[in-house]
């Protein structure tokens, strides 16, 4: 079965200053069985790999210059016959956690340095040990990662609505 493309470039998006994940999202849920999705981006994204991974998706890059990258998802298994539901985030409440060993503010940096940025700090932490990130919108791919590596969480908005406080424990070995 021959696989057909749909074409999604974020890069205006991004030049916005906004974040593509909503709509790379939206078209994976428009796909047809045997479409995959061809995505263009300014910069290589890396945690989405994960994240279509999850769903049934193959993918393949190529960098095509000024720092650009076509990135070809392509369904395998279920997801070649029908989309596969989005998977449902949850946060964990944060009643008796201790304060966060790391806290860094990261709105300033452009995608995907944040949740670089916050991978990082947990790595760098103990088991059991929370760190804190102030971002300038709620993280749509860190959340299901998060989750994935079995990472708890809590989130909210603060300054009202201006910036999104996270807080993640790291999991015991």
Same mark, same amino acid.
């Given at each position: 079965?021959? #696989? ?8 205006? &998006?991004?030049? +916005? ?9 939206? +078209? ?6 045997? $479409?995959?999705?061809?995505?263009? +981006? ?5 945690? =989405?790999?994960?994240? =279509? ?10 960098? &095509? ?14 997801? !070649? ?12 409440? #944060?009643?008796?956690? %201790? ?9 300033? =940096? %452009?995608?995907?340095?944040?949740? $670089?940025?916050? &991978? !990082? ?11 804190? +990130?102030? =971002? ?29 406080? &996270? ?7």
């Amino acid at each position: 079965m021959t #696989t057909t493309y749909v074409d999604l470039d974020v890069r205006p &998006i991004l030049i +916005a200053g906004g974040e593509p994940f909503g709509d790379i999202m939206a +078209a994976v849920e428009k796909l047809e069985p045997g $479409q995959g999705l061809r995505l263009i +981006a300014s910069f290589k994204p890396v945690p =989405l790999f994960s994240v =279509l991974g999850k769903r049934g998706f193959d993918h393949s890059e190529r960098d &095509i210059g000024d720092g650009d990258w076509e990135v070809l998802f392509t369904p395998t298994g279920a997801a !070649a016959a029908a989309p596969a539901p989005a998977p449902a985030a949850t946060a964990t409440g #944060t009643g008796d956690w %201790p304060a966060p060993v790391v806290s860094n503010d990261y709105r300033d =940096l %452009p995608p995907p340095e944040p949740m $670089q940025k916050v &991978i !990082a700090d947990i790595e760098a932490a103990a088991p059991g040990d929370v760190v804190s +990130a102030l =971002l300038c919108r709620k993280p749509p791919i860190l959340i299901p990662e998060l989750e994935a590596l079995g990472h708890a969480w809590h989130g909210d908005f603060e300054d009202g609505g201006e910036s999104y406080r &996270i807080f993640i424990r790291k999991k015991a070995d």
